[in-house]
C-alpha cells in the first residue's frame, strides 16, 4: 500500500526546512513532484525514499 506526506509531514521528514525551500527544492529537480489529490498535494513517501537515496549516491 502507498503511504503519502503531506506538506506538513514532508516538512518534517526534511528537518523542518521551510515551505519555500521545498518549493525551491522542487524547482531544482532536488526533490521528486507532488502528486495532486483532490485538492490537495502528496509525496509518494516510496518515490521520495528513492528519490533521496538516488541522490545521496551521487554525493558518495
Sequence with gaps: ???Y???????AKLGNRS????????R???LPPPVKLGAR????EAD?????????GKAD
Design 1 to 3: 500500500m502507498q503511504n
Design 5 to 11: 506526506l503531506t506538506l506538513h509531514e514532508l516538512r
Design 19 to 26: 515551505r519555500s525551500s521545498i518549493y525551491e527544492d522542487l
Design 28 to 30: 531544482k529537480g532536488l
Design 41 to 44: 498535494i502528496y509525496w509518494p
Design 48 to 56: 521520495l525514499e528513492a528519490h533521496l537515496q538516488s541522490l545521496r
